[in-house]
């Protein structure tokens, strides 16, 4: 079964600061890294991703930096808001099938 | 355009009884996954339904099983509830030939377990 390590387990930032979260996975079926997103009470929901033929996936203040020789991806949030203060979830795909496996969540904490 | 559905958002039950949980996909999609996430941890997969099959399983006992209808939606049933069975359950869809894995959830149903 597909491990995900991630890291941090919390983190705090001040406003405008930035964010990194680190992931790394063991090997997978398919090349395929998502980053969830979850508010409490709610459900994960996609915050961006990438397919590694590409290192790097930028959209808005987001940023995935992906690794395959080291099996390890990330996540930048820039320009940190309040409104980011959530729970992030990285993900990979397991070794012989499709089902995602997560990790256990970075709880973010932006201070105004 | 209707996101996943959960139903019910609640629900409290006692050690040894059943509950059913239940789940529409999002329109157009024909994969629905179950997870359970525990306070604290990251989502668990139980198991995914395709073409009304179990197509994966995780590493969950027997006393978790599901099923999927003609409509797509899905249920997932646990028998013999225990009090570690307590935890948020995500219902997740997706298109079953897609690649990407991308997943869409829902918003959960939370079950305590007394």
């Known amino acids: 079964q597909q491990q995900v390590k991630q890291s941090p387990q919390s983190l705090i930032v001040q406003k405008g600061g930035i964010s990194i979260i680190n992931c790394a996975y063991e090997n997978t079926a398919f090349d395929y890294f998502p980053w969830y997103q979850q508010f409490p009470g709610k459900g994960p929901a996609l915050l961006i991703a990438?397919?590694?033929?590409?290192s790097e996936k930028k959209e808005g203040r987001f940023t995935i930096s992906f690794n395959k020789s080291a099996k390890q991806f990330s996540l930048h949030i820039m320009d940190s808001q309040p409104g980011d203060s959530a729970t992030y979830f990285c993900?990979?795909?397991?070794?012989?099938?499709?089902?995602?496996?997560f990790g256990a969540g970075t709880t973010v904490t932006v201070r105004a | 355009d209707a996101g996943v559905t959960q139903s019910p958002t609640h629900l409290i039950k006692t050690r040894g009884q059943q509950v059913t949980l239940r789940c529409s996909p999002k329109s157009g999609h024909d994969t629905v996954s179950w997870y359970q996430q525990a306070l604290g941890q990251g989502p668990q997969f139980i198991f995914q339904y395709y073409e009304e099959e179990e197509r994966q399983r995780g590493n969950f006992p027997d006393r978790f099983s599901g099923h999927q209808f003609p409509n797509y939606s899905s249920e997932l049933n646990v028998n013999a509830l225990l009090l570690g069975d307590s935890a948020l359950y995500l219902c997740?869809?997706?298109?079953?030939?897609?690649?990407?894995?991308?997943?869409?959830f829902g918003e959960g149903s939370r079950l305590t377990v007394l």
């Open positions: 990438i397919r590694p033929d590409v």
């Open positions: 993900a990979a795909p397991s070794s012989n099938d499709y089902k995602l496996s």
């Open positions: 997740a869809s997706s298109l079953g030939d897609s690649d990407t894995g991308e997943l869409f």
